[in-house]
């Protein structure tokens, strides 16, 4: 893993998942990566992901949150969830969705990474 994508985990972990409690729940980083698919321009990409986080994010059970970012080559999205459970039941029914699906056809799936790290302790500064 290079150091700058590292770093946006550590960062987000940091500021962006915390609570001020530990919570009992095991809560999941997903972060993946990838490029557009080829003629995909960055303008049609962005609205595609307003759509994908209206039409789909916001109706996944146990997602708490996504961060949308650019990369030095491509994109990343940064998901939080409730649980290892709730994450593993959106990845066995995501390319059945057809709301998932057209913001996936827009993506370069040779370039796409995923990986999903637990959350061990977070906190919230609220400063």
Not at 75 to 88: A, G, H, L, N, T
């Amino acid at each position: 893993m290079n150091s700058s994508r590292l770093t946006i985990i550590i960062l987000f972990i940091f500021i962006s998942s915390c609570t001020i409690k530990t919570r009992k729940s095991k809560m999941i980083v997903e972060i993946t990566t990838y490029k557009t698919a080829k003629n995909v321009t960055h303008e049609e990409l962005l609205l595609a992901s307003k759509a994908f986080n209206k039409d789909y994010c916001s109706k996944c059970k146990g997602l708490i949150s996504r961060q949308f970012l650019k990369t030095e080559d491509g994109y990343m999205d940064i998901f939080v969830w409730k649980s290892k459970e709730d994450v593993e039941k959106v990845q066995k029914t995501f390319m059945e969705n057809e709301d998932a699906m057209k913001f996936a056809r827009l993506t370069d799936t040779t370039s796409l990474t995923m990986e999903n790290y637990e959350v061990l302790e977070a906190y919230d500064f609220n400063n």
